[in-house]
């Protein structure tokens, strides 16, 4: 481990505050990347080392693959945490509208990989534990925030320490964004995402199916094993009835939900809900706090695109860092160049999201008439196939 001078001004140039995917892969892209000593934050314990499939999924394209591969952990997982999967297959319940593509599209051998978020964490916490140049505090709370022009410093149980920068990668609901007084412009959709776990009758055939319901679009992400992990977007009014159902009904109403696409399904694991929102933060920085991940933004999960736009945040801001002196990395000037490239992008995405939820909203039978045509165009042009693949790819 760097030896760190007590008599500067800083115990660490840069404290990271949250250790999840987002926040572990920047403590190892700057320890990779630069000379500045690093200091890991996080409230929870460490994350056990469990290999049990969780139904927490997130879907990871390419640049977020080669991300997580220099980091040296996209080779730990494995199929059986890392699925590959090939094709995409829509569809709107409103309408005769279907849409399909895939990596064959564009000759790439998969169109991203369906990754297992929780033992991913964990193996990027394994390294950053293991890495000389970063120390690890896990189990920590942190009480305030002192955030000047020429320090900030963070007290905590345990004591205080000073930093040159603090790093917010502690989640939508951001602590350390609240302490650094940055405000969000937030959207309730008014709905509840239901996620578990299935093994499905047919095979998914490695591809992700989605079918918008009047209610909201629901998704199968395809595992190994022939699982998949289901995200259905539901009314906030009829999440209690769907969580009260048993779980044979449930299964029978998720399989109806796609047509019975994939036969019967049996439920792996337990139910979980969670609320549908989006929020923007105003501004990226304050100071010496600087936002990343969900902490900046959160969308709605309906392309799986939100682990992918932190790792986004990760590999700018990390290039950023590495291009100016260590006196520099909290000057106003160092930290506009990195929200000048991320806000923009974040909220185009945020935006097109929203834009997509909107238009399979229920509405006129002549917009419904509109949409599925205009899904079963883009499906028959092999230039459109193609950008969307692009996209999925995260290219």
């Not at 049990?52 to 080669?66: E, I, M």
């Not at 890495?131 to 955030?147: H, M, Q, S």
């Not at 629901?218 to 022939?226: I, Q, T, Y």
Request: charged share 20%; hydrophobic share 45%.
């Amino acid at each position: 481990m760097r030896r760190r001078d007590r008599s500067q001004s800083f115990d660490y140039d840069v404290v990271i505050v949250g250790a999840g995917m987002v926040g572990a892969a920047l403590a190892l892209q700057l320890s990779a990347q630069t000379s500045l000593t690093i200091c890991l934050l996080e409230r929870a314990s460490m994350l056990p080392d469990s290999a049990a499939p969780n139904q927490r999924v997130v879907a990871l394209g390419q640049q977020a693959h080669k991300v997580l591969s220099e980091l040296e952990v996209f080779q730990l997982l494995g199929e059986s945490h890392a699925f590959p999967y090939q094709s995409m297959y829509v569809w709107d319940a409103a309408s005769h509208g279907e849409l399909q593509f895939a990596a064959d599209d564009v000759n790439e051998p998969q169109l991203g990989f369906m990754v297992d978020a929780l033992r991913c964490n964990y193996l990027l916490q394994q390294q950053c534990i293991a890495d000389p140049n970063i120390e690890c505090r896990f189990d920590t709370r942190l009480n305030a925030i002192e955030n000047t022009a020429q320090v900030a410093r963070l007290d905590m149980d345990q004591g205080h320490m000073r930093a040159r920068l603090v790093v917010a990668a502690d989640g939508a609901n951001s602590w350390v964004r609240r302490q650094a007084r940055i405000f969000t412009n937030q959207l309730d959709y008014q709905q509840s995402g239901i996620v578990t776990r299935i093994v499905s009758e047919k095979p998914h055939q490695a591809c992700a199916w989605q079918r918008f319901l009047e209610t909201g679009p629901v998704a199968f992400l395809p595992l190994a094993e022939n699982q998949c992990s289901i995200v259905w977007s539901v009314d906030s009014s009829e999440l209690t009835s769907l969580m009260q159902l048993s779980d044979e009904a449930f299964a029978d109403r998720l399989a109806s939900s796609i047509e019975y696409r994939l036969g019967a399904l049996q439920l792996l694991d337990p139910r979980q809900a969670f609320k549908l929102r989006s929020q923007r933060a105003d501004r990226y920085f304050e100071q010496r706090v600087v936002l990343i991940g969900d902490a900046a933004h959160s969308i709605h999960p309906l392309a799986g695109q939100g682990v992918n736009l932190g790792l986004h945040d990760v590999v700018c801001l990390s290039r950023v860092l590495s291009s100016v002196a260590k006196e520099d990395i909290a000057t106003a000037a160092t930290l506009e160049r990195y929200q000048h490239r991320r806000k923009p992008a974040n909220e185009q995405v945020d935006r097109a999201m929203s834009m997509l939820r909107t238009a399979y909203q229920p509405g006129p039978a002549i917009w419904h008439t509109l949409r599925g045509t205009g899904m079963n165009l883009i499906s028959r042009s092999p230039l459109m196939r193609r950008l969307l693949v692009r996209q999925a790819l995260g290219v």
